[in-house]
């Protein structure tokens, strides 16, 4: 059964504590107090209900790697430490070895990323 057009949605909370983004920017060689690093929110994409929704839209592939193809980071205000955000993913099965992922981080109905990520399955 071909799963071409199926998808999926999760939403769900995060929180960019300070300390986790302190850890994010050391991992990449960045001074301690600077800026959140704008690749921040892709860490987020890794989260169980984001996992589970490429694994289900990846099953007709058993076995199969998601390897990013391409990955954008959108940031569109400042991301709020330390308070409760929630992140909308949607992800569609589009050809026979590609996954789109489409997701918004949000403060209330206020927008603060968008996230876009091409997945190939690989054998």
Known sequence: MSLIGASGKATFD????????????AS????????VPTTYPIRW???PEVVDLVRGLAADRPGSLPVHELQTVEMIAALPLDRPLSLKAEVRRTDEIHLA???????????VARLHAVLRLVP
């Not at 995060?14 to 920017?25: E, L």
């Not at 992922?101 to 927008?111: I, M, Q």
């Open 14 to 25: 995060v929180v960019a504590t300070a300390a986790d983004v302190a850890a994010f920017a």
């Open 28 to 35: 990449l060689g960045l001074a301690a107090g600077g800026r």
């Open 45 to 47: 994409l890794t989260r």
């Open 101 to 111: 992922l489409d997701a918004t981080v949000s403060e209330g109905d206020t927008s």
